[in-house]
């Protein structure tokens, strides 16, 4: 984040949990964001065309999308083009959380930051889902209608820039 955009009177910080799901035993090993506000609202939920491993020293996630076709909430674009470290990815789109995300969420509630896998048990008592997560705080910035953008702060509390995502209207 540059120090412009941290005192740009426009610009409006708040803490956000991030939470990156992988299914291990999809053979895609695709993952899935979450962005959760301390508000309550419901989650944010986005399927990347990335792998897990691709997120690994990713440094930053731009999700883009076209603004001819969206003028809406910047969040709720129903799809998105994803550049990973700085190479396009494919497209990504929202969704309404799974039964088994649900449970996973309210699991990790307590949780800020970390990663593992959590096993889930299913609502009939079998065999649930096991998700593997990597869990911590963001700080969210909104530039403008345009543009939000989530910083990884490491559990320290300062802002560590393993990790940015920047979601842009273009």
Not at 44 to 59: K, M, Q, R, T, Y
Not at 72 to 98: D, I, Q, S
């Amino acid at each position: 984040m540059s120090d412009s955009a941290s005192s740009s009177p426009s610009a409006v910080a708040a803490h956000v949990a991030g939470t990156f799901f992988c299914r291990p035993h999809e053979s895609d090993h695709r993952i899935t964001l979450c962005l959760q506000q301390a508000t309550g609202a419901g989650p944010v939920i986005i399927d990347l065309p990335i792998g897990a491993s691709e997120l690994n020293g990713a440094g930053r996630i731009a999700l883009e999308c076209d603004r001819l076709r969206w003028a809406g909430p910047l969040l709720e674009a129903p799809r998105w083009a994803v550049h990973c470290g700085g190479r396009r990815a494919g497209f990504g789109g929202p969704r309404p959380a799974t039964g088994a995300e649900a449970r996973a969420l309210e699991a990790l509630k307590a949780v800020t930051s970390g990663a593992g896998r959590l096993p889930l048990p299913s609502p009939s008592g079998g065999r649930g889902e096991s998700f593997a997560y990597v869990r911590g705080n963001f700080e969210r910035v909104v530039g403008s209608a345009d543009s939000e953008s989530y910083h990884l702060v490491d559990p320290t509390g300062s802002l560590g820039l393993q990790l940015s995502i920047f979601f842009l209207r273009v």
